[in-house]
């Protein structure tokens, strides 16, 4: 008689599915707050000095309300209007792009406490609109994982809130997983570095984190999104969070952001079969941060730095 392969009968494991720029226009809110109705998300990221962010914030009390899922702040420290004035830190009323901020950081030439001041001025009015605290705390552009502000957000959060109550995405990896991605390796490898900072000062106070990050591509649309997700999805780590861009594509997103098209082809693919069967596959779940035991103090694995000059790290 033929043997037939055994059944995989492992439970299936939390992910993090968490998509970014809640709040940057309606087309992408409104998406975001469809894909958590359906089961697809299980965390979206908040852009607090976005104009839509009021205006929706509602709907997205409403949704969670009935569809559970975290809700966060994306610290927004580039290219968009801040809050308060970012005096010595904005220009012309804007806030730096990431070809700027970097240099800056790595010079470590920030302004800390207009920095701290922004911060404290969005977090208002997540808690404003909100009338909680956030379940965690990222950053536009990844721009939290940097050299003075990724003290300044540590800092804050102690002051704040409860001792481990918040979370913070760590977009620190180690080399083979960024390798055996294939996908945006410049990108991971510069984000993963700036991150072992960010990593380093989350454990030492005891602050909770995803271990595993994925989500990193170029936009190109070169590979098919299905594929790149699938490669997000393999080799996750324990505590695994990947980010998406979804959104419909409005004037209001056109008048304030680049990344327009690629938000529609995410959206396509999350909506579809395919996602429920890519995750299936791999055995994991969207899942809320609560739903991963607490993290323990983990050795990092060392990655040798990568060129810092890319301006863009999204």
């Known amino acids: 008689m033929n043997e037939q392969p055994a059944t995989d009968r492992r439970p299936p494991r ?11 226009a309606p087309g992408v809110s409104e998406a975001i707050a469809g894909l958590i109705t359906a089961g697809r998300l299980s965390a979206t990221s908040c852009m607090t000095p976005l104009p839509d962010w009021k205006r929706r914030a509602g709907l997205l009390r409403e949704t969670v309300a009935a569809h559970p899922a975290d809700v966060g702040l994306h610290l927004t420290l580039t290219d968009h209007v801040p809050l308060t004035a970012a005096t010595g830190f904005a ?29 404290r001025a969005q977090l208002d009015a997540f808690e404003d609109a909100w009338n909680a605290a956030p379940d965690y705390i990222d950053g536009h552009q990844h721009a939290h994982v940097l050299p003075g502000i990724r003290e300044v957000l540590v800092e804050e959060l102690l002051r704040r809130y409860p001792a481990g109550s918040v979370w913070v ?3 620190c ?6 390798v055996h991605r294939r996908t945006a390796l410049p990108k991971a490898l510069l984000i993963s570095t700036l991150g072992v900072g960010l990593h380093r000062l989350l454990r030492r106070h005891g602050l909770p ?11 190109s649309g070169r590979i098919p999104f299905r594929t790149l997700m699938q490669s997000f999805l393999a080799g996750s780590g324990p505590r695994p969070l990947v980010h998406v861009h979804p959104g419909r594509v409005d004037d209001e997103l056109r008048a ?7 938000r529609e082809t995410e959206l396509a693919y999350l909506t579809s079969p395919a996602f429920a069967e ?4 791999v055995g994991l779940y969207p899942a809320r941060f609560a739903d991963f035991p607490r993290p323990a103090p983990a050795a990092i694995s060392q990655i040798s730095p990568p060129d810092a000059s890319s301006g863009s790290i999204r």
Not at 256 to 262: E, G, K, R
């Open 14 to 24: 939390p992910i993090i599915v968490c998509a970014d720029d809640y709040g940057i």
């Open 91 to 119: 220009q012309a009323g804007r806030l730096p792009s990431m070809g700027r901020l970097l240099p800056l950081a790595l010079a470590r030439a920030l302004p800390r406490l207009a920095i701290r001041t922004e911060l």
């Open 169 to 171: 995405r760590d977009c």
């Open 173 to 178: 990896e180690p080399l083979t997983r960024c």
């Open 209 to 219: 984190a995803n271990d595993g990050f994925s989500g990193l591509h170029d936009f």
């Open 256 to 262: 304030c952001d680049v990344l327009t098209t690629p």
């Open 278 to 281: 890519d995750l299936a596959a």
